[in-house]
């Protein structure tokens, strides 16, 4: 067998003012056909766990390029057709192929494609023709369209939020494939449109049930060979946003249909309960300074990068400030040109500067202060599972007794070795702020006492039933109250 795999891959926040260009991707991960490192990244673990099953079963993988940038706004269109085209180039080449093996993400939005993975995915079956198994892993913050189902043999995206199963996924992604390739299954995608958006923490209930049940069922039905929640990705304003079912089974479509409906309207009768309560950044302080066990994690769980924020506000730092809190770490404030002058200023420097909230209105105010540079690092990276997430060129400084990791590369807080590898035990700080909705938490709740969720300021538009939508569904919730009349009886 001869299976091609690539993967290309952001998340966009449409409503973010940071652009992605090529620079984005290569800041992040960009490696030429054979030069992925052994470790995956969050959207490239079919390359590494093909690697493994292709060695097993003597099959020859023909990797091409694999590339991610870190979540932010629209995608510049000269680099999305470049790299598109230049994966595509690498299938013709390959040609022929058995198979097409992806990692993707799901959310990219570029100038002039609602829908990039769509556009990818119809121009490989193009390539292939209609036998040849094409197949993808993806984040379940993203948008199943119709283009992607036609284009698609059947796709695996993660159950866990945070995205902690990302290898495990990938594991089940090649095993259908393989499954598939000898001949003993014929996999076909079913999909519910739940017709909602929300937040789906699996940390917490309910979607910790959920997310147990359907894997109790993947693992009692063998027709059924996997399950999916696509969460959707609410600050993707295109026209398929929404949260969807997918259930792919052993050439049983009216089955999967069936359950797809049933466990997406059990997912909807449950709208509006999954998220974690949050707290305003003064009753976060409040909380944090009341403690008597530490340290205590504040969550900024808007200014997150990960969802496409710049991951500069300021608010919560603000207030810290105004308590006149010592023994607090904050990490990070994205500021490269901040970065810059304390690298020119060098270690042990003390210097003003001002720094922070430059991206965009709702993100607090610059905060401008006498600061010393504690340590620099270039190329700053931390842990996410077993692979590393870069955060860039970086500089800890104290303001106020209080420690301050500014970055030049936006990332989201998934590990406390953010600080540590900053020179900042977190384990010996009272408060740690971080940068996260949810994917710090598999990490984090390992050292914290106490997590707070924090909503400060306006960084992300987080409330669909308000956001200014131009181009998303218009028929769902919380934007109407019940698309599906299941308060009427009509589900």
């Not at 979540?71 to 013709?92: K, S």
């Not at 506000?313 to 603000?318: M, R, Y």
């Not at 690092?377 to 970086?394: K, T």
Request: with cysteine; aromatic share 8%.
């Amino acid at each position: 067998m001869r299976i091609f795999t690539a993967a290309l891959a952001t998340e966009t926040n449409t409503f973010s003012p940071i652009c992605v260009d090529r620079r984005a991707f290569e800041a992040s991960l960009y490696a030429p056909p054979g030069q992925h490192p052994e470790t995956p990244t969050l959207c490239t673990a079919p390359i590494t766990v093909g690697r493994r099953v292709a060695k097993e079963k003597g099959w020859e993988l023909i990797e091409g390029t694999a590339t991610w940038a870190d979540p932010a706004g629209l995608v510049n269109r000269t680099t999305y057709e470049e790299l598109r085209d230049e994966i595509l180039g690498q299938l013709h080449a390959a040609m022929p192929v058995d198979a097409v093996v992806m990692g993707l993400h799901g959310a990219m939005v570029a100038a002039g494609y609602d829908d990039t993975e769509g556009d990818l995915l119809q121009r490989m079956r193009e390539i292939v023709g209609p036998d040849v198994l094409i197949s993808a892993e993806l984040d379940p913050h993203s948008h199943l369209t119709a283009k992607r189902v036609e284009a698609l043999d059947f796709a695996i995206y993660f159950k866990e939020f945070p995205h902690t199963d990302f290898v495990d996924r990938a594991e089940d992604l090649w095993s259908i494939a393989v499954e598939t390739l000898e001949g003993r299954v014929k996999p076909v995608m079913s999909v519910f449109d739940c017709r909602m958006i929300d937040v789906f923490p699996t940390s917490r209930e309910p979607m910790r049930s959920f997310v147990d049940k359907i894997m109790q069922i993947e693992k009692d039905d063998p027709e059924i060979l996997s399950i999916s929640v696509i969460h959707g990705f609410m600050v993707g304003d295109v026209p398929e946003m929404g949260t969807k079912l997918l259930v792919v089974t052993d050439n049983r479509p009216e089955k999967g249909a069936a359950l797809a409906r049933e466990l997406g309207l059990e997912l909807f009768s449950k709208r509006g309960t999954f998220m974690v309560p949050q707290i305003d950044e003064k009753e976060a302080v409040a909380r944090a300074m009341a403690a008597t066990a530490w340290p205590v994690v504040i969550a900024d769980v808007w200014d997150n990068p990960g969802g496409g924020t710049a991951g500069d506000a300021t608010v919560i730092l603000a207030e810290l400030m105004a308590r006149g809190v010592t023994s607090a770490a904050i990490g990070t404030i994205w500021d490269p040109m901040a970065v810059q002058i304390c690298f020119a200023a060098g270690e042990g420097a003390e210097i003003p500067l001002r720094f922070g909230a430059k991206s965009a209105p709702g993100t607090g105010n610059p905060i401008d202060g006498t600061v010393k540079v504690v340590k620099l690092v270039r190329n700053a990276e931390m842990q996410f599972g077993e692979s590393l997430a870069p955060f860039g060129d970086a500089a800890h400084i104290v303001l106020d007794d209080l420690d301050i990791i500014l970055n030049s590369t936006r990332a989201q807080s998934f590990d406390p070795s953010l600080f540590s590898v900053m020179g900042i035990d977190p384990t010996k700080q009272k408060i740690l702020v971080i940068k996260s909705t949810n994917h710090f938490f598999a990490s984090f709740s390992r050292i914290a006492a106490e997590i707070l969720y924090c909503s400060a300021g306006t960084p992300y538009p987080n409330n669909p039933a308000t956001t200014p939508y131009r181009r998303a569904p218009k028929t769902i919730w919380p934007i109407v109250a019940d698309p599906h009349g299941t308060e009427r009886g009509a589900a």
